[in-house]
């Protein structure tokens, strides 16, 4: 007998059910069961769908939760602001790097898996994240005096460096968040 799950609350079992369904779609696309995702999370089948009324909102919740900003923005938040400017945005591009390549792994399985969730529930786009955005900004802090260019602006540099550092789309060899930063930080320095 498989051993019965622990009561959580709703939120957290949707949440748990999330977890365990994420890599499974990487692996078999919007064609996973609800069987094998109530096999992988130790629920009975009629959990999940007391949990997510249908298969195709638990993988828009899921695609949701890949859009979601709020592990990214508190890793951020987290770098040593005592650090050096280049060691500061090393490690956010870093950051950006991951959150983007899950974000662009999923769409890609989704899309050829043939999922298109409804209309009404798309992710809005957005060129920026405007919370993710002013992270950065709060990164490059008071080094911005340093800089020819506005910190804004730097970030938009950043962002589209990393965006095709990882995008599938760029046939070039991936550039590592030292490269990007050192790109950078070289093309917009003031002189010394």
Same mark, same amino acid.
């Given at each position: 007998?498989?051993?019965?799950?622990?009561?959580?609350?709703?939120?957290?079992?949707?949440?748990?059910?999330?977890?365990? $369904?994420?890599?499974? !779609?990487? #692996?078999?696309? *919007?064609?996973?069961?609800? %069987?094998?995702?109530? &096999?992988?999370?130790?629920? +009975?089948?009629?959990?999940?769908?007391?949990?997510?009324?249908?298969?195709?909102?638990?993988?828009?919740?899921?695609?949701?939760?890949?859009?979601? $900003?709020?592990?990214? !923005?508190? #890793?951020?938040? *987290?770098?040593?602001?005592? %650090?050096?400017?280049? &060691?500061?945005?090393?490690? +956010?591009?870093?950051?950006?790097?991951?959150?983007?390549?899950?974000?662009?792994?999923?769409?890609?399985?989704?899309?050829?898996?043939?999922?298109?969730?409804?209309?009404?529930?798309?992710?809005?786009?957005?060129?920026?994240?405007?919370?993710?955005?002013?992270?950065?900004?709060?990164?490059?802090?008071?080094?911005?005096?340093?800089?020819?260019?506005?910190?804004?602006?730097?970030?938009?540099?950043?962002?589209?460096?990393?965006?095709?550092?990882?995008?599938?789309?760029?046939?070039?060899?991936?550039?590592?968040?030292?490269?990007?930063?050192?790109?950078?930080?070289?093309?917009?320095?003031?002189?010394?």
């Amino acid at each position: 007998m498989t051993p019965r799950a622990p009561a959580l609350s709703p939120e957290e079992r949707r949440a748990s059910l999330i977890e365990v $369904t994420l890599p499974l !779609l990487r #692996e078999h696309g *919007a064609t996973v069961t609800t %069987r094998q995702v109530a &096999e992988a999370a130790g629920v +009975a089948e009629g959990t999940v769908f007391r949990a997510f009324g249908s298969k195709d909102e638990l993988v828009h919740a899921c695609a949701a939760a890949v859009f979601d $900003t709020t592990r990214a !923005l508190e #890793e951020l938040r *987290a770098v040593d602001r005592s %650090r050096p400017l280049e &060691e500061r945005l090393v490690a +956010a591009v870093t950051v950006m790097q991951q959150h983007v390549e899950r974000l662009i792994g999923m769409m890609a399985v989704l899309h050829s898996s043939g999922f298109t969730p409804p209309a009404h529930s798309r992710p809005v786009r957005r060129t920026s994240d405007p919370e993710i955005d002013a992270a950065l900004v709060d990164l490059i802090g008071d080094d911005a005096a340093s800089l020819r260019l506005p910190a804004e602006d730097v970030v938009n540099l950043l962002a589209h460096l990393t965006l095709s550092s990882v995008h599938p789309m760029f046939p070039t060899r991936p550039l590592t968040p030292g490269d990007i930063v050192s790109v950078v930080l070289d093309g917009t320095r003031r002189s010394r």
